[in-house]
């Protein structure tokens, strides 16, 4: 696997006692430098745990992520809608697979990655915890979800360690055609009948908040985001980030003639930004504690689709020592 050759303790991989001053300043310098941090050159320990985190978190949220809109697979309205859905939810698996490689590079294996999500040590993305009740929660989630998504994954592109930077790219480029998709999609329906409208403002004013909560704690609140910036895994705090999707998406509700739920949200010609109402941080972090609505609805999932793909596990490694026990002889 990616990971051989990886995992062995080795001059790459001091533990946190063994780091010198020298050693983090060197490190420091490369980051400033805007080189790239490639999977066996020296780092240290906390660089390579923050980002076994964040790389395994986004990993988790894009598998966990393929269940809301894979509720919707059997009832897309048109072929057409369908076959847009089914590459959606297959590009989501993708990335999951991606991030889980660049991850590997860092010295962990995939079955501990999984493990931790299926033990509920590992978080993923507190919106994949929210029902798709409607038709047009689909469009909501494209437009919304994947636009937030792209709002944080651009500036990952030009994160420090080379192979998460390098994953962002496509992952990037299939995230925006999601967007796009899911916006088109909300335009039809706004172009459509008055129920049709009316489904449309629903799934806004249902997931609106809730894609507000993707970028994570508000900047005084952000226990990582100080050391992620210094080591340029993030580019922008958690606030900035939030506040660009508000600008980039008002403009989009106005055009699509529906109203973003949010008595507070103005332009604001002094600060060239809009001005938006405080989130409902008990809501996230009671979402964050497993308590959401559909937490353990998306665990059970997880795990049960896990127990049924053993045999194919197994499988893979039985064909894989067969072929090595071959190659050998
Ligand atoms: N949900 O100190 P910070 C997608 C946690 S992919 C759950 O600010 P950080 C594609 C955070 O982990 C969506 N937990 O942390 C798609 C930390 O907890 P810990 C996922 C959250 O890392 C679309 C604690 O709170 N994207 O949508 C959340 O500096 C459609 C303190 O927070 C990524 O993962 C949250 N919303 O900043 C798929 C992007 N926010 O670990 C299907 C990469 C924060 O100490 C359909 N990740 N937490 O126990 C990041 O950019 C960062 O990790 C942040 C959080 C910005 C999410």
């Known amino acids: 696997m990616y990971t051989q050759g990886l995992d062995q303790k080795d001059?790459?991989?001091?533990?946190?006692?063994?780091?010198?001053?020298?050693?983090?300043?060197?490190?420091?310098?490369?980051?400033?430098?805007?080189?790239?941090?490639?999977?066996?050159?020296?780092?240290?320990?906390?660089?390579?745990?923050?980002?076994?985190?964040q790389i395994s978190q986004h990993a988790h949220s894009e598998i966990i992520g393929m269940q809301p809109e894979g509720n919707w697979l059997t009832r897309a309205p048109s072929l057409k809608r369908k076959a847009i859905l089914l590459a959606k939810v297959q590009d989501e698996a993708g990335h999951g697979l991606y991030l889980y490689s660049a991850a590997e590079t860092l010295g962990v294996?995939?079955?501990?990655?999984?493990?931790?999500?299926?033990?509920?040590?590992?978080k993923y993305s507190s919106i994949f915890?929210?029902?798709?009740?409607?038709?047009?929660?689909?469009?909501?989630?494209?437009?919304?979800?994947?636009?937030?998504?792209?709002?944080?994954?651009?500036?990952?592109?030009?994160?420090?360690?080379?192979?998460?930077?390098?994953?962002?790219?496509?992952?990037?480029?299939?995230?925006?055609?999601?967007?796009r998709q899911g916006f088109e999609l909300m335009l039809e329906l706004c172009r459509g009948t008055?129920?049709?409208?009316?489904?449309?403002?629903?799934?806004?004013?249902?997931?609106?908040?809730?894609?507000?909560?993707?970028?994570?704690?508000?900047?005084?609140?952000?226990?990582?985001?100080?050391?992620?910036?210094?080591?340029?895994?993030?580019?922008f705090s958690n606030d900035e980030l939030r506040q660009k999707f508000v600008d980039v998406t008002a403009p989009q509700a106005e055009f699509l003639g529906l109203r973003i739920p949010d008595d507070d949200l103005a332009w604001n010609a002094e600060t060239g930004h809009y001005d938006f109402g405080e989130i409902d941080w008990s809501e996230f972090h009671q979402v964050l504690a497993g308590n959401g609505p559909c937490n353990r609805e998306r665990m059970e999932k997880r795990r049960a689709a896990h127990d049924n793909g053993a045999w194919v596990r197994e499988a893979a490694e039985a064909h894989a020592a067969k072929r090595a026990a071959r190659d050998a002889a």
């Open 11 to 53: 001059k790459a991989r001091p533990a946190a006692g063994e780091e010198t001053a020298a050693q983090q300043d060197a490190f420091q310098a490369r980051v400033d430098a805007e080189e790239k941090i490639e999977p066996k050159e020296w780092m240290p320990a906390a660089y390579r745990r923050t980002l076994v985190r």
């Open 109 to 122: 294996s995939r079955d501990e990655m999984v493990g931790d999500l299926l033990s509920g040590k590992a």
């Open 194 to 235: 008055g129920a049709q409208k009316a489904m449309a403002q629903d799934a806004l004013d249902r997931w609106w908040w809730p894609s507000l909560m993707m970028f994570g704690p508000n900047d005084a609140d952000s226990k990582h985001s100080a050391q992620s910036m210094a080591w340029k895994i993030k580019r």
């Open 129 to 179: 915890n929210y029902p798709t009740l409607t038709w047009a929660d689909i469009g909501a989630i494209g437009w919304l979800v994947d636009g937030a998504a792209i709002m944080n994954q651009i500036p990952l592109c030009r994160c420090s360690y080379g192979p998460y930077a390098r994953a962002m790219v496509r992952v990037c480029k299939e995230e925006s055609f999601h967007q």
